[in-house]
């Protein structure tokens, strides 16, 4: 079964730092590009980062310089680390798996619940 659990959400001020972290079952993560997503109330879901299996990565224009998206293949654990937060960034993050299923990017996603991000002014 498929599998990415998320956790280290949380309520902080605008300024602190929180540290995401998604646990993938193996065959979810091995291989694939991993990612980070987020939803703030009444808007879509929007990319924050992702990270391929190679270590290449590319981030949102707004978290540039704030957050890192980064991988241990050996726990299939994907993190993000997030400095500097602004009230902007509350929302639900969700962490995502990609498989790309052909030469032409035909692709599956996998997602995870869900953690809440609040930062406050």
């Known amino acids: 079964q498929v599998q990415l659990v998320e956790s280290g959400g949380g309520l902080v001020q605008a300024g602190d730092s929180l540290r995401l972290s998604c646990a993938a079952s193996g065959r979810v993560f091995s291989g694939n590009v991993m990612g980070w997503y987020r939803q703030a109330p009444g808007k879509q879901r929007e990319l924050v980062a992702t990270?391929?299996?190679?270590?290449?990565?590319v981030y949102a224009d707004s978290v540039k310089g704030r957050f890192t998206i980064s991988r241990d293949n050996a726990k299939n654990t994907v993190y993000l680390q997030m400095n500097s937060l602004k009230p902007e960034d509350t929302a639900v993050y969700y962490c995502?798996?990609?498989?790309?299923?052909?030469?032409?990017?035909?692709?599956?996603?996998?997602w995870g619940q869900g953690t809440q991000v609040t930062v406050s002014s």
């Open positions: 990270v391929a299996d190679g270590g290449s990565t």
């Open positions: 995502n798996a990609r498989r790309i299923l052909n030469v032409e990017g035909a692709y599956r996603d996998y």
